[in-house]
């Protein structure tokens, strides 16, 4: 017969150490989850703190408008890295205030363009019905009204041309001209 093993199996209690572990578990828990909270605050500080510049340019081109366009101070006090964009963005703001003057410009020329045969075609028909006309007057004013008329709408065409131009719908053609010859024209 082959002689049988028996183990002896000596046990303290583990109250002690049980209570260990789950204080350890807790106590890696919040470790863990303060560490995360203090990396999350340090990271959103530095952040800050190195997009301050961002924000500080963020503010002044918000500040701005169309009269600050033209002498645009957004650079100072920049970092190195963020110069070159800086300065880029103050040209284009530079640019972008030349164009809207070159509108205000068109629009006050427009303006008084139109304002000029509006006042003519007005004071037509105010003559007109001033007193008793016969036939060949009234046919007169008619006439003049027409022709102003006609110059207005000339005026509104090119307007539109140079819109479609600048819109893209239709491309500018180039053609060589006899300087002499429209000067001559125009002239007359």
Do not use: C, Y
């Not at 204080?23 to 959103?44: C, E, H, M, Y």
């Not at 963005?89 to 068109?106: G, H, I, N, Q």
């Amino acid at each position: 017969t082959r002689p049988r093993r028996a183990s002896l199996v000596i046990a303290r209690e583990r109250e002690t150490l049980d209570r260990f572990v789950a204080w350890s578990r807790r106590a890696a828990v919040g470790f863990g989850l303060s560490l995360l909270l203090s990396i999350a605050l340090l990271v959103n500080w530095g952040l800050r703190r190195e997009l301050a510049p961002l924000t500080r340019l963020s503010e002044r081109l918000a500040a701005m408008d169309s009269e600050s366009l033209g002498n645009p101070r957004i650079g100072l006090d920049l970092p190195t890295e963020i110069e070159p964009v800086a300065s880029r963005l103050a040209e284009l703001l530079v640019r972008l205030k030349s164009s809207f003057d070159r509108e205000r410009t068109f629009s006050t020329r427009i303006a008084h363009e139109l304002r000029t045969p509006l006042a003519e075609l007005r004071t037509t028909g105010q003559v007109a019905l001033l007193g008793p006309r016969n036939a060949a007057e009234l046919a007169g004013a008619l006439e003049q009204a027409l022709a102003i008329g006609g110059e207005m709408e000339h005026l509104v065409v090119n307007l539109l041309g140079l819109a479609r131009l600048e819109a893209g719908i239709v491309s500018l053609e180039k053609h060589p001209v006899d300087l002499r010859d429209a000067v001559v024209e125009a002239l007359a």
